[in-house]
Nanobody
């Protein structure tokens, strides 16, 4: 059974940084792409960043490019999202997801397992 557990969310001020973590189990972690998505109140789930199984390929949404960095530690079965220069519009519940494919994608339907989410709130 695949399980994804996010952590690291919280309440911060604009300009601050946070690092989200996603602990994965139940799947051969290093073989498969993973992604971060977010959902703000009243909005749909949107792509944030994705990474290949090997970690060599990464994709970012334009809104976070240059501020967020996705990475993974395959030895620890853990996915990370380093978020710098946070803005109030980054406020959302952040979800990690795993795909049955090795290459990353921005499409939500590409991912088959999702975590429960962690809240990130950025005050102005």
């Amino acid at each position: 059974q695949v399980q994804l557990v996010e952590s690291g969310g919280g309440l911060v001020q604009a300009g601050d940084s946070l690092r989200l973590s996603c602990a994965a189990s139940g799947r051969t972690f290093w073989m498969f792409a993973m992604g971060w998505f977010r959902q703000a109140p009243g909005k749909g789930r949107e792509f944030v960043a994705a990474i290949s199984g090997s970690g060599s390929t990464t994709y970012y949404a334009d809104s976070v490019k240059g501020r967020f960095t996705i990475s993974r530690d395959n030895a620890k079965n853990t996915l990370y999202l380093q978020m710098n220069s946070l803005k109030p519009e980054d406020t959302a519940v952040y979800f990690c997801a795993t795909s049955p494919q090795p290459t990353p994608s921005a499409a939500t339907g590409y991912y088959d397992y999702w975590g429960q989410g962690t809240q990130v709130t950025v005050s102005s």
